[in-house]
């Protein structure tokens, strides 16, 4: 037989055989860097230095990188480290699938979107007790939420629909049985109680941001526009009332046919010409001409217009995105009107929409208006002619402008940015109530024409369309990703109904699977590429109030900074703090991957430098110095990459907007850091000032006591010396010592006393009422033997006083007796007729 | 780290076990039994760590507690006499994906199966192993046991036992490779559920000398024990065994040791003033002879087979 050395036994039990074989089958499971090994830390390996030639020529190799990328560079299977968490994607839990509220459902909760776990939480909270353990349905609120976003497959349901097989899996699942199950069931029956009936439930997708504009337009606008069909309506009523009222007054009403067609019952027995005759005219007034025209006028203008309350909002896309048949525009906006417009059409097309729209609402609200004053007989026409005569829609309340539907434009970020930017600019200042959804498609790195060149200057200063919506002021901004669907809703439900313009800044990732998508959105993010915040434009408030920028990561500094346990180089388990930089963002995309070269562990010298601290030094510290940042190997060794002077600028450029940001939200402002290290000079120079006075006080005070001192010393040594009288300096010492010890000794009786009180209060509470001390239950089954019913377990299998009446007052004092640990406390009998009580009383006496 | 929510979901377990889950016939223990407390606070722990019963087993060997196994819904093995430890030591050393508990007496572990106690401690295999002494043999109906207190009547003392106790924390301290020690009592669940709690989550040999009452052979010991709530000094330090305040207070007296600290533990364990519960000793780094174990896990018949020729091919001539 052949020799197989990998087989021999004496190879098994090598030392660390086991450690190594472990981790190979783990490596065969996943490759995939960061998972499935979680018990093994990220290293670094042990530095093998390099002769003085080779590093020489290794160090050039780099500096010449670093100027000139080099297309040649591999990146290989690195990543940056902080990505790695992504890679095992389905063990991390996300906001999603999210709740949010559809037509029937809209303003019906305290949100109208929500992700799931805190939709779950929540019901649970409204039925479980305070203060009660967690139930098996509270410990698995994670599991629900995995479950449905498996079911979900990465499509939107309906909530009650999917919300029900979720459950039902769930309860498949957990085959909860014994005494857990009664509370399950119940728990399960109360939730689904509290759940809402109706919504949609959407997983994350690239489609997420269209799908929340959409929810956000059903929320922000459908319950007014309700509201107002419905007092429309009601109006409707009141003046065809009124008209019909009218009616009835003229002589039209007393024709005999007409009293005959109202009268049908009695039809036979009444003689109705003579009955048209016998009636008198109207004694009441009737309606003036001019009034009954106004309020047909009006009702006309209802049945004319009211259709128009029916569209939820104008939707206007821009072609390129039309076309895109990734995007399923008619199912994704269902109850609104879709057009298209031409590229850099976009702003005169909104701005055209929303003047027909205006045409089409502004006489329904004045008709509301008039209607309303004619009902209450309010209506002056020399005030009010004049007033609805010049009457437009800037005229129109806050409240009513939010019952319209929106007029919307769709269009992709480049686009707004090339053609279209000074009438969309034209547009905002106008003041026109248009809201804009800007979708960033691609990743901000131009890859040039052929996808991987790259010229040095591509990579920084891309205009800000967010940054130039800022600056019209009176418009709201937003910017926001799918991974924060939350605050992407929040600001869009916010925007749409305020009577300003608003331009929603999104990021779309197309073209990526949903893992992908994730990652690359949240790295945009953390990266500081695609920062989220809002402005909210309402002039007159004070500028700072309308800035947040606090739905980032880690706000206040420049990079998100977290600290990974690793194995550092002589194999000691440290910490290494890291930085998450646009760097690391770009090391993301495969096109860009020449602008990063790993570093042999042996050039890691001091010119070597983290990439954070190149971007915080002066010029002169950084010459000679190439910046550098940690990557991760799928066998979690990590490694030092170099970034290229290209990257490095983009780095300076996305911390210069994200500086702006901060900034302007209050977050180490410029003067506000100023101000405060010129009061902080001068307190501390006041403060100088006067501990040096206090010094030269205390000194010269000093001074004098001392020369005072020295002379009744002297005097007094004078003294004695020619007295001999030393009785004088003794009797001094000892003046003041004798009394302090009393304060000592009354302490500890009063505490005594104090504490002799307690046991007699327990006393007296401990008797009458029969107990157990339930934690202390050793679970021997010896009371519940004697009586079943009387004594029971809990869900610990810890004995309780169940029912102190189903048994007797001897069954509860043998239990007493029996219980090895002494925990059961008869109390007083409860049946006085009880026989031998008086023995039992005795008896039960010891352990009450 | 990227706008992720920290309660990141790992590993669930595919269904949920109750306590009736881990419950299996009736305990045929004596009433009053320190056992049953056990048994209970171990069921509790199962339920509480959702183990998943085929993947746990648990291993005795002969005497009242050693009827353990019978009562858990998992994998058992009730082995031989003072057998636990090499069954328990060949269970894990296999398969290292199981949960491995040993239940042991004090004539199981303390007497006949002391040689394999003194290895096992030096192995330090991942395993949570609980010591029932109630110092008496009470199966075989009343005999002195190695951990019996001098003066001890039995059946086969009747003058009083004559030779001083042995003594498991201290001479568990004592053994190489010792990595966690703690004592508690049967008749304080509280305590014991967290002492046995920290025994498991403690990776290598967890050792739990549970105090354990015998209410039908030592009875007149139980009432003293028991009734005698002074006689309990709680350990506490920030790294050692903690109990909710509420039960915390109603311990008179206690004192602060710190749990890596191996001589004062060994000092302490020689006190008799009190019945110290909590945790003696803990060393998380202390080698683990399983580690080495599981090398050809996987390996095939064919592969062990050629192994095996090669082996013999050596001594061919």
């Known amino acids: 037989m052949a020799k197989n050395k990998a087989t021999e036994f004496s190879r098994f039990f090598k030392e660390n055989a086991a450690t190594s074989e472990l981790l190979d089958r783990d490596k065969e499971t996943d490759s995939t860097p960061g998972i499935s090994k979680a018990n093994q830390l990220p290293k670094i390996d042990v530095q093998k230095p390099l002769e003085d030639d080779d590093l020489k020529r290794e160090w050039n190799k780099l500096r010449n990188f670093f100027r000139n990328s080099n297309a040649h560079a591999q990146l290989g299977n690195l990543t940056p480290v902080l990505t790695s968490p992504y890679f095992a994607q389905s063990q991390v839990s996300t906001d999603f699938p999210l709740w949010v509220a559809d037509e029937e459902s809209a303003g019906q909760r305290e949100s109208d979107c929500i992700s799931l776990s805190d939709l779950l939480n929540h019901c649970i909270s409204t039925f479980g007790k305070e203060n009660e353990e967690p139930s098996i349905l509270s410990n698995n609120v994670v599991r629900i939420v995995n479950i449905a976003n498996g079911l979900l497959e990465g499509n939107p349901r309906h909530f009650a629909g999917a919300i029900a097989e979720v459950l039902s899996q769930l309860e498949t699942t957990l085959d909860v049985t014994g005494d857990d199950e009664f509370a399950f069931n119940n728990d399960l029956a109360e939730l689904r109680k509290a759940l809402p009936t109706s919504g949609v439930l959407l997983p994350y997708s690239n489609m997420l941001p269209f799908q929340i504009l959409e929810a956000s337009i059903i929320s922000s606008s459908l319950p007014a526009r309700k509201d107002l069909a419905k007092s429309i309506t009601k109006l409707t009523g009141q003046l065809n009332n009124m008209v019909l009222l009218e009616t009835s007054k003229s002589g039209d009403s007393k024709n005999p046919d007409k009293l005959k067609s109202s009268m049908d019952v009695v039809q036979d027995r009444v003689n109705f010409d003579e009955l048209s005759t016998l009636l008198p005219d109207s004694a009441s007034q009737s309606l003036a001409e001019e009034r009954l025209t106004r309020i047909n006028n009006v009702l006309s203008t209802f049945t004319k217009h009211i259709d128009t309350l029916n569209t939820n909002a104008f939707i206007h896309l821009d072609e390129i995105l039309s076309k895109d048949s990734s995007y399923n525009w008619k199912g994704l906006f269902e109850g609104s009107s879709i057009e298209t417009f031409k590229a850099g059409k976009g702003s005169d097309t909104v701005q055209q929409s929303f003047n027909e729209s205006a045409e089409l609402l502004t006489p329904l609200f004045i008709a509301k208006r008039i209607a309303e004053l004619e009902i209450c007989d309010a209506y002056r026409a020399a005030v009010h002619d004049d007033y609805f005569e010049n009457f437009d829609w800037q005229n129109l309340h806050k409240d009513e402008l939010a019952a319209c539907p929106p007029v919307i434009m769709i269009a992709d970020d480049l686009e707004l940015l090339d053609d279209e930017l000074s009438r969309l600019s034209a547009l905002f200042t106008r003041g026109y109530p248009i809201n804009v959804l800007a979708v960033k498609r691609k990743t901000q790195i131009n890859h040039g024409d052929n996808g991987l060149e790259l010229k040095t200057n591509e990579f920084h200063s891309h205009a800000e369309l967010g940054a130039l919506a800022i600056l019209h002021r009176n418009v709201y901004v937003s910017q926001s990703t799918a991974v924060s669907p939350i605050a992407m809703f929040n600001s869009i439900a916010d925007a749409l109904p305020l009577p300003l313009p608003g331009l929603h800044y999104v990021l779309s990732a197309t073209g990526l699977s949903e893992k992908e998508s994730y990652l690359w959105t949240s790295a945009a993010v953390e990266g500081r590429e695609f920062s989220g915040f809002t402005y909210k434009g309402m002039l007159g408030t004070p500028w700072g109030s309308r800035f947040n920028i606090l739905n980032n990561p880690q706000p206040e500094c420049e990079w998100p900074e977290h600290s990974i346990d690793i194995t550092n180089e002589t194999g000691e388990n440290s910490t290494l703090n890291l930085h998450f930089t646009f760097a690391d963002f770009v090391a993301l995309d495969p096109h860009c991957h020449h602008h990063f070269m790993p570093v042999p562990n042996g050039c890691w010298t001091d010119d070597l430098i983290a990439l954070t601290s190149y971007l915080a030094n002066d010029e002169n510290e950084n010459i000679g110095k190439v910046p550098y940042t940690w990557m991760m190997d799928s066998t979690n060794t990590l490694v030092k990459v170099a970034v290229s002077w290209t990257v490095v600028q983009a780095c300076f450029d996305r911390l210069d907007y994200w500086k702006f940001l901060q900034e302007n939200s209050g977050i180490n402002n410029y003067h506000v850091t100023n101000a405060l290290k010129e009061a902080e000079e001068r307190i501390q120079n006041e403060f100088n000032v006067e501990i040096s006075n206090l010094k030269d006080q205390h000194a010269s005070e000093l001074q004098a006591v001392r020369d005072e001192e020295a002379g009744q010393t002297m005097e007094k040594l004078a003294s004695i010396l020619l007295d001999l009288d030393t009785t004088s300096v003794i009797a001094t010492s000892n003046s003041s010592a004798p009394t302090a010890p009393s304060i000592e000794t009354s302490e500890p009786e009063q505490v005594q006393e104090e504490k002799s009180e307690e046991p007699a209060q327990e006393e007296s509470l401990s008797t009458s009422e029969p107990w157990i001390e339930t934690p202390l239950c050793t679970s021997c089954n010896e009371c519940l033997d004697i009586n079943g019913a009387m004594f029971k377990y809990n869900k610990d299998k810890m004995a309780y006083l169940a029912d102190a009446k189903a048994g007797t007052f001897a069954q509860l004092v043998e239990a007493a007796e029996l219980c090895p640990v002494s925990i059961i406390h008869p109390g007083d009998p409860l049946n006085p007729n009880e026989t031998d009580l008086d023995d039992l009383i005795a008896r039960a006496e010891k352990f009450n | ?317």
């Open chain 2, 1 to 317: 780290m990227f706008g992720l929510k920290p309660d990141v979901a790992l590993d669930l377990p595919t269904r949920y076990y109750s306590l009736e889950g881990y419950e299996k016939g009736v305990a045929r223990w004596c009433p009053g039994c320190g056992d049953h407390a056990v048994l209970t606070n171990m069921q509790k722990l199962l339920r509480e760590k959702q183990l998943d019963p085929a993947k746990t087993v648990f291993v005795s060997g002969i005497g009242c507690s050693s009827r353990f196994p019978h009562y858990m819904n998992t994998y058992g093995f009730h082995g031989l006499h003072g057998r636990a430890f090499p069954i328990a030591c060949g269970t894990k050393f296999r398969r290292p994906d199981l949960d491995v508990f040993v239940v042991t007496g004090d004539g199981d572990c303390c007497s006949i199966g002391a040689g394999a106690w003194v290895h096992a401690i030096r192995y330090n295999m991942n395993m949570t192993v609980l010591l029932l002494n109630n110092e008496i043999y009470g199966l075989t109906k009343k005999q002195a046991s190695p951990t019996s207190r001098l003066g001890t009547v039995s059946n086969t003392t009747p003058d009083g036992s004559i030779l001083p106790p042995i003594n498991p924390v201290q001479t568990t301290l004592g053994v190489a490779n010792a990595s966690f020690v703690a004592q508690t009592v049967d008749w304080q669940p509280g305590h014991m559920y967290e002492t046995i709690k920290a025994a498991y989550e403690h990776k290598g040999f967890s050792f739990v000398h549970i105090i354990q009452r015998c209410p039908i052979f030592q009875s007149g010991l139980v009432d003293e024990l028991v009734s005698n709530r002074d006689a309990i000094r709680y350990m506490h330090h920030e790294n050692g065994i903690t109990v909710d305040d509420e039960l915390a207070k109603t311990y008179k007296a206690d004192i602060h040791h710190n749990p890596t600290d191996l001589e004062a533990a060994l000092a302490l364990s020689l006190k008799n003033e009190f019945i110290d519960i909590g945790l003696f000793y803990q060393n998380k780094n202390a080698p683990c002879y399983d580690d080495y174990g599981a090398s050809n896990i996987g390996f095939s018949v064919e592969q062990k087979m050629e192994a095996l020729e090669n082996e013999l091919d050596k001594y061919s001539i």
